[in-house]
């Protein structure tokens, strides 16, 4: 099956710095990939449509300068939270459209634990 | 209104016995997937089940099959013959319409309990 891939696994910032999260298709092309943010034992809220060549599509309530989404190849989407909080600690988890099974399904990535202290 | 509504927080089952995960689902789009996702304590989302809007049979896969109810817009999860590892997160999703770039969207959640 297609696999997506998330680095950093986990990652441990201060407060006021800015963390970069990658999201990659390893054996498909992505031209649109979906983040996801999950605060623990919760649902996981989409927060923004990553389209590769154009802007993301944010989700109402996001704010679009905190959560810098770039999809800068067709296997290649980053997420940067600027000046992270610790309200910003949580789950971070992409996903990407592909085919599997004859529908079309969601591969997620491992997602990324994000702690701001 | 809540597009996918899981009514059940918490269910607790015992080893080998089969246990129902509800879901209803509300959309007016003809055309919809629903997805089943288990979720450990890793955090890694494992896809276990399919029901597309227009299948007529009921999705089964190995232990999971899905009882879906389109008139009633349910879509529950049965798993057969719990095990020590089914105990995780387990959500229900749906995607609206059928082109791939659209997102899914989340109930929020069962966490299943097996006990030995």
């Known amino acids: 099956g297609a696999v997506v891939s998330q680095h950093p696994s986990r990652v441990i910032c201060k407060s006021g710095t800015s963390v970069k999260i990658e999201c990659r298709s390893l054996d498909f092309q992505a031209t649109t990939m979906f983040w996801y943010r999950q605060f623990p034992k919760q649902s996981l809220m989409l927060m923004a449509t990553?389209?590769?060549?154009?802007?993301?599509?944010?989700e109402q309530g996001v704010e679009k300068d905190k959560f810098l989404i770039n999809h800068a190849s067709l296997t290649l989407s980053t997420l940067t939270v600027t000046s992270a909080h610790p309200e910003d600690s949580s789950f971070y988890i992409c996903?990407?459209?592909?085919?599997?099974?004859?529908?079309?399904?969601?591969?997620f990535g491992p997602g990324t634990r994000l702690t701001v202290l | 209104a809540q597009k996918i509504t899981q009514t059940q927080p918490g269910m607790f089952v015992q080893e080998k016995e089969a246990v129902t995960l509800d879901c209803t689902y509300d959309t007016s789009d003809p055309s919809y997937g629903l997805f089943w996702y288990k979720q450990p304590s890793s955090g890694e989302m494992i896809f276990l089940i399919y029901?597309?809007?227009?299948?007529?049979q009921n999705a089964t896969e190995g232990r999971y099959s899905l009882n879906f109810q389109k008139a009633r817009k349910s879509a529950n999860l049965v798993i057969s013959a719990s095990q020590l590892g089914d105990s995780a997160m387990y959500f229900c999703?749906?995607?609206?319409?059928?082109?791939?770039?659209?997102?899914?969207?989340f109930g929020k959640g069962t966490t299943l309990s097996v006990s030995s």
């Open positions: 990553s389209n590769e060549g154009s802007k993301a599509t944010y």
């Open positions: 999703a749906m995607r609206e319409g059928h082109q791939a770039g659209t997102a899914l969207i």
């Open positions: 029901q597309g809007s227009y299948d007529q």
């Open positions: 996903s990407a459209p592909g085919i599997a099974g004859g529908y079309n399904e969601q591969f």
